[in-house]
């Protein structure tokens, strides 16, 4: 079982930066795959990046170039940088734990992930 905690969500004007954090609880983050999903109101949850054991990363197209995902096992947290926001980037934003990986993969599959946090909000203003 692991828990997951989203941080640093807030509201920034278009073209700002804005990092989110999500923090692990347990001594196995390591051993997890680890995603950054998005919802916003009536829309379906959608996957935005995520990072391998081996530290593969993979990007939804609409966030490539503009969003890095990383990972520091020493702290059992994951990492979202997103610069260039746009308003269309409002969401609230959920870490996800994958606890059956392989080395370099990345499920883009929501319903592949075990563990949820709570989310964190994001709103981009124009």
């Known amino acids: 079982q692991v828990q997951l905690v989203e941080s640093g969500g807030g509201l920034v004007q278009a073209g700002d930066s804005l990092r989110v954090s999500c923090e692990a609880s347990?001594?196995?983050?390591?051993?997890?795959?680890m995603g950054w999903f998005r919802q916003a109101p009536g829309k379906d949850r959608e996957f935005v990046a995520g990072i391998s054991r081996g530290g593969g990363v993979t990007y939804a197209d609409s966030v490539k170039g503009r969003f890095t995902i990383s990972r520091d096992n020493a702290k059992n947290t994951v990492y979202l940088q997103m610069n260039s926001l746009k308003p269309e980037d409002t969401s609230l934003y959920y870490c996800a734990a994958d606890s059956r990986p392989t080395l370099w993969g990345v499920k883009t599959n929501a319903l592949e992930y075990d563990y949820w946090g709570q989310g964190t909000q994001v709103t981009v203003s124009s």
């Open positions: 347990g001594r196995t983050f390591s051993s997890y795959a």
